[in-house]
């Protein structure tokens, strides 16, 4: 019997990032904790919603420059709630817990390039990237299914 994980914190708008997270970020620090994300949610964990800091926000979080608690990133993250709520089927509000996000993937990267998940991307200094990302078809993206063993 597999062990049970615990849930992975996340804010909202940390959901869309995942979504074309490649490993660039803005130190050798957040990437690596935001490796260790990815590696989680790729497995399976579960999500539980928080505002404010979460799992990603981390290495950044003693650093002059952060912005985790500034309140554009509250907005970004109530929209980008307001946008995953359909996608998901249900709301995100803090401590709401998500089984996983694997198996929303290929819907979630499909509204991500149409735009309709973009709302909480305005103003985002890596909105380019992100299109660039979505218009490649999400090649090279971190965040993939586990590969099933073969027994």
């Known amino acids: 019997m597999a ?6 914190p996340l804010r909202p708008h940390h959901l869309l990032c995942s979504l074309t997270y490649r490993g660039e970020g803005y130190s050798a620090a957040f990437v690596a904790g935001y490796d260790r994300v990815i590696e989680r949610l790729a497995a399976g964990a579960p999500i539980c919603i928080v505002e404010g800091p979460d799992a990603i926000c981390g290495p950044r979080l003693g650093e002059p420059d952060c912005h985790c608690q500034e309140p ?5 993250d109530r929209q ?4 995953l709520a359909p996608c998901l089927g249900q709301a995100l509000l803090p401590g709401t817990e998500l089984p996983g ?5 290929p819907a979630l990267r499909a509204a991500f390039a149409e735009g309709t998940l973009r709302t909480a991307c305005s103003g985002c200094a890596w909105h380019d990237l992100c299109d660039q990302v979505a ?10 299914p586990p590969v099933p063993s073969i027994s």
Request: proline share 7%.
């Open 135 to 144: 218009l490649a078809g999400f090649a090279g993206t971190r965040l993939l």
């Open 80 to 83: 980008a709630a307001a946008d």
């Open 101 to 105: 996000l694997v198996d929303h993937l």
């Open 72 to 76: 554009r990133i509250a907005w970004r």
């Open 3 to 8: 062990a049970v994980q615990p849930p992975v």
